[in-house]
């Protein structure tokens, strides 16, 4: 009996190993906003969907991929008001025939609310990307107004074309062209 028992362990247990790998919950996608939120968004902005890396040129996916590694270019969390509440920041694109449009948003979790608002939008290629950079002097290219941010700050950028900065004041958002 033992004999048998033994037999069947190196079975039993490869068995096991191939339903956990079966049964193992799938990577989750970089780019995918929180389910609650997600709905939220395609309700009020249909036809878009947050800008993945797919939607970058080859050239754009290499540069974001070199100072980002795996994360998503379309999506980034940044504790943004300051407050530790879970904060998002994305892209969102829309494409109508050969015109593309891109929307810069910022996703607060209050409470079970989110309280999301548009920062900014573009037009023009190539497709923007998304990051968080932390609390800085950050000085506009041009005119030369500066921001001290005290918090974490979103960085909406179109690699060679543009990159603006945003950052929290207490009571609005700021915002500085850091490169164009």
């Known amino acids: 009996m033992k004999l048998k028992a033994i037999r069947l362990a190196p079975i039993t247990l490869c068995l096991f190993a191939a339903t956990s790998s079966l049964h193992a919950a799938p990577l989750k996608d970089p780019c995918e906003l929180p389910q609650k939120l997600g709905t939220e968004i395609a309700t009020k902005y249909p036809g878009t969907k947050v800008v993945t890396l797919d939607d970058l040129t080859p050239d754009n996916q290499k540069f974001f991929q070199k100072d980002h590694g795996g994360n998503c270019p379309g999506l980034a969390k940044v504790d943004f008001y300051g ?25 607060h979790l209050v409470g079970t609310i989110w309280k999301i608002r548009m920062l900014d939008t573009d037009d023009g290629a190539p497709t923007p990307v998304v990051w968080a950079q932390p609390a800085g002097k950050y000085r506009d290219v041009d005119r030369g107004k500066e921001i001290q941010a005290t918090r974490p700050v979103i960085v909406f950028a179109g690699y060679e074309a543009f990159a603006i900065v945003y950052a929290w004041t207490g009571t609005g958002v700021s915002k500085v062209w850091i490169a164009d």
């Open 83 to 107: 407050d530790g509440s879970q904060t998002l920041a994305f892209v969102l694109v829309a494409r109508t025939s050969a015109k593309e449009k891109s929307y810069l948003m910022v996703a």
